[in-house]
């Protein structure tokens, strides 16, 4: 007996707790600590929905969480512990390293790519142990699932089940996202999955050894940090590594990011110039990436905007260049924080700065004053947008909306710069090039800014300007500008798909879906299949009715969640209210449900006519709107379709027969439903609304085989 056995309702409210609360924790984890899980961020997503799935529709009475807290435990050691084999002439971590030999694959940018002359091998270690990962992750939610089905076959009132269910991931929601806002460590997060499974495990001797050995994996990952004698921080958004360096008689600090190097705070005042080692060329630093771009300008800039403004190089290269007003836009309080402490130049103290934090769109629309210069720092994301699907932070900020938006701030004269590392993927930098044409109407000037570390990574430059004509003026009057961009300069040949809000796919060389997803999308139907082989009766099929629902609603929520970062920002906040907006809906649905006894057939008929509402609208038509209004509507005709599904599905869920068969079966098509989100690489994110009405289509022709 475990410690709430006479209470059902209490353990269906905890159950569903911890069951969302670690989903969430591990997609953001595993997403940090196995880089190229940030690239299909969705995957361990679908590695819960398929273990919570196959849990429903185990035909044991009981659920045993002591595999939960063994597999979960597995896991947090085998990733965190300092294991090593070699392979390749080099030691690597058998988890935390072999996956990333799936950058092998040619056709996805991933930076800091795994470069090896056996394509096929590197390929088969990759996809190992990437399944190794995900089947341990289904395998710890199998019994939450069994334990949640179980609870809602048992329950006198199905739709206060339900509501007991989705209110209790609603918390586990906003738990976990308070828990990153305070910058809380993951084995904080943990813990409290932890103690939510010790009173859900009954007090026998097993599942006291399988909680114990999961308290020793939590406990050294608490550990792990100290280890490693490095400041770390988790911030809202990702794990941040402060690693103190030298450069010349200048005391520096250099930032990794999700274990990746990501930037130094550089000193490039007239002092730290100064305090380089002898063979440095201190005059370089006038050409350096954050210098050059004022330049451009005759005069010192009234205003400069800057996105991406990081730890504060660029803000500081502001200042030095004598601008009376900067706006930094930094999206990560962690990176900002870190610049505001330890940037040797002090940039974010200065008062002719103003810090926004929040990401670039957003930023777009609420900043009204014009500005002389307009930068885009490197702005190459470590992270994804959320945890609901494949966008990454950055996805939205290459696009011709976007750029658009940026040259509506500029003056009559602005000036706008975006710098970015082309090296390993030249269709990148002809594709900033082609939407800077698109967008200003003449080609940009673009050339390489060689990396040397002491005055700033490197990468190509792209100079845009609303008068041209005057760029190609100030570059006649500075002869040796001109001289260094005539040496450097690039130029693009091959013709390129540009981004659009609709396909922001900055990373894919042209519409497909990536070989990458297809091998990851391969190993998950091919557990589905196994798992429903051991797991299913042989006479018992899956429930298609849920099935087609649970497929149609993941792309409905992808489709809220990617409209409103567009809208709102592609910030925590956004994305966890969306959610929360979602299990709202879907907590009022249960309740006209329970007050009254809607036709299905009416339903369905609202249900397509509000997925034509909303994709019909386009987002500039919101975007017009004054931003209290812009929320209302967008809250209003986005989350409409999610109103009338949700009615649906509880109405349905009413009526079956077997609750447990169907709430699994719709859990597995979520996961499913996942699996076609990456049909958007192909089509764009629009026609992924069409998909899910067509689901819904087959979910009504199937609605009688309850």
Known sequence: MSR????????????????????????????????IFAYVNNLVLLACFLGLGLGCTLPQPRASLTATALSLGALIGLISLPLAIPLHGALRHPLRDTPIMLSAFTDMHIWHRYWSTNLWLDIAIGLGSTALVFGLIALAFIPLGRMTAGLLEGSANRITAYSVNVAAGLLGIWTLNALSCWWLPPWVWFAVAAVGLWLLIPPSTMPRVSLGLLGLAIGYLAL?????????????????????????????????????????????SRKGLQGLPIFVDPAGASFSQYDVPYRFLDRAPQAALIVGAGGGN?????????????????????????????HPEAPYADSRVTVRLTDARAAFRRITAPYDLVIFGLLDAHAPSSSYNNTRLDHY?????????????????????????????????????????RVFGEEPIAFR????????PGGVVFVASRDMPRLREVLQRDQPLAQFIERRQVRWKQPVTLTTDNWPYLYLDRP???????????????????????????RQPINWHFFFLGAAFLLLEFQNISKTALLFGSTWAVSALTISAILLLILLANWIASRVRPNPRWMYVGLWLAILVAGAIPLRAYNALPEVWRMLAAVGVLNLPVGFAGVIFITSFQRTREPALAFGSNLLGAAVGGLLESLSFLTGIRALLWLAAALYLLAFASRDRL
Request: aromatic share 10%; hydrophobic share 50%.
């Open 4 to 35: 709430l056995d006479e209470n059902p309702s209490r353990r269906l409210f905890l159950v569903s707790f911890v069951s969302l609360f670690l989903e969430l924790a591990l997609i953001r984890w595993v997403s940090t600590e196995i880089r």
């Open 224 to 268: 792990s940090p100290r280890l490693a004698k490095r400041p770390i921080i988790w911030s809202s958004y990702q794990k941040l590594e402060i690693i103190p360096a030298r450069a010349g008689m200048n005391r520096v600090y250099l930032v990794a990011v999700n274990n990746t190097f990501y930037m130094g705070l550089l000193d490039l």
């Open 314 to 342: 660029d803000v500081a290269g502001a200042l030095r260049h004598g601008a009376r007003r900067v706006t930094a836009v930094e999206i990560d309080p962690g990176i900002y924080d870190i610049g505001r402490r330890l």
């Open 397 to 437: 900020v290459y696009t011709e909306e976007s750029f658009r938006e940026a040259r509506g701030l500029l003056t009559d004269e602005g000036v706008m710069t975006v710098i970015f590392d082309d090296a390993q993927r030249p269709f990148i930098g002809a594709r900033i090039a082609g939407l800077l044409h």
């Open 449 to 456: 800014v060689l990396g040397n570390g002491w005055f700033g």
């Open 512 to 538: 497909r879906i990536p070989a990458l997803h297809l091998c990851l999308s391969g190993i998950l139907l091919g557990l589905l299949a196994v798992g429903r082989r051991w797991v299913l009766p042989v």
